[in-house]
């Protein structure tokens, strides 16, 4: 059920929170969303280079995957959330406007076992949950449409691509604060980001290895003021109905994993009750 709403973009101190920039100013599992991200590395045909690396790519679910130098977004909003890869695959949060709280994660922990709030002294932690800390990113999650400029196919061929709406789970720090200051301009003009159009492009970044990634570079236009259409609305609600059946899976995996772990306890007690009477018995 697609989740009603309406962005008024004439109040910005009630509509700071729904779209997710209300704490820039002060300092289900299935997705039918493209996913938007970096791609590294260069895609290789026979004799010749077919899709550079450093361009955007957006995957389409059961569909094709297209690349863009460059893009240009509509953010809609964003959300935050926490997220670390594992053997078992990726422990997830729960998405919230910020990160000032304990977020529920599908391992049936908390901050997919980060403790909570600053941690004042990093090095006197035990080794492994410092390395815990470290592998466990903050991720910044943006909703909007996305325009690719002279879109391409995996081949490399030229596609005609409509603005497409789109999730971006940004977890690279540098990404995650190069649009964190774009969306704190916005918020210090009580600008709301659907209101302006961002454009995007990459800049390289290299290794001590040799290798090399890329991290956004964006560019507010704060000349083009936008205005949300009955379409636009829309697209709204369906974005927070798509943040509501995501949190609603996670939590419903965290409820799942805490019964497990409570029967595991109770299997345990019972256990140790029984080498007791075993041990009694002998002596």
Known sequence: MTQVTTIDTNNYAAMAKLT???????GSKGSTLARMR???????GDESILVKGGTYKLDIPDGP????????IRAFLQRFMYKRWTSDGFVKTLMADNLELDLKDNFGGFNCGKPAGYVKDFKALKPELQELI???????????????????????KKVSLEPTPFIWEIDNREAFDELGNTFKQLAKMQRLPVQHPITLNTDERKLQTGGK???????LD?????????????????FLSWIENYN??????????KQAQMMDEEDSDIVDDLVDIEVEEVA
């Open 248 to 257: 609603v899976y996670i939590a419903n995996a965290w409820d799942e994993k």
């Open 213 to 219: 990634y890329y991290v956004p570079v964006s560019s």
């Open 65 to 72: 995957t297209y690349y863009a130098p460059s893009i240009k």
């Open 38 to 44: 970096i791609n590294h590395s260069p895609i290789l």
């Open 134 to 156: 470290k592998q466990t990113k903050r991720v910044r999650a943006v909703f909007g449409t996305v325009e690719m400029s002279s879109p391409v196919d995996e081949k490399g």
């Open 222 to 238: 704060l000349t083009t003021t936008l205005e949300m259409d009955n379409a636009d609305q829309k697209l709204a609600g369906d």
């Open 20 to 26: 997710g920039i209300a704490s820039e100013g002060t």
